[in-house]
C-alpha cells in the first residue's frame, strides 16, 4: 500500500466509525496494519491532523480517551450531540467502536 492509499484507508475507516461511537488512533493503525504493512498510531494521528477535516475526525481519540488536542470544545460537543458517554477527561471508551462490529 503507498502512503497516498494508506492516507485513503485511514480516511475510509474513519468514515465509518457510527455516531455516538469512537475509536483510538491505535486502533485505526491496527486495523489497518495487516493490508497496511503500517502500525503506527502517531501516524494515523497526523494523517488526521493534516487530511481529517471531511471525515467525522471527532470520533477519533487517544487510547485513554482524550479528545484531539487544540480542538476540545469542538469534538466534545459534536460527540455530546451523537449521545457519546463522555468523562470529564474526555470519552469514556465504552464507546469503543471496531470495524470488525460493523455499523
Request: hydrophobic share 40%; net charge neutral.
Amino acid at each position: 500500500m503507498t502512503p497516498d492509499e494508506y492516507v485513503e484507508a485511514v480516511l475510509d475507516l474513519v468514515e465509518r466509525i457510527p455516531p455516538g461511537r469512537v475509536m483510538s488512533y491505535g486502533a485505526v493503525a491496527d486495523a489497518l496494519a495487516e493490508r497496511s504493512g503500517r502500525a503506527s498510531a502517531r501516524l494515523v494521528g497526523s494523517i488526521m491532523a493534516r487530511h481529517g477535516g471531511g471525515v467525522p475526525w471527532h470520533r477519533v481519540v487517544n487510547s485513554a480517551g482524550r479528545l484531539p488536542p487544540g480542538h476540545e470544545v469542538e469534538a466534545r460537543a459534536r460527540l455530546r450531540a451523537e449521545g457519546c458517554p463522555l468523562r470529564p477527561s474526555g470519552v469514556d471508551m465504552t464507546a469503543a467502536w471496531s470495524p470488525d462490529e460493523g455499523m
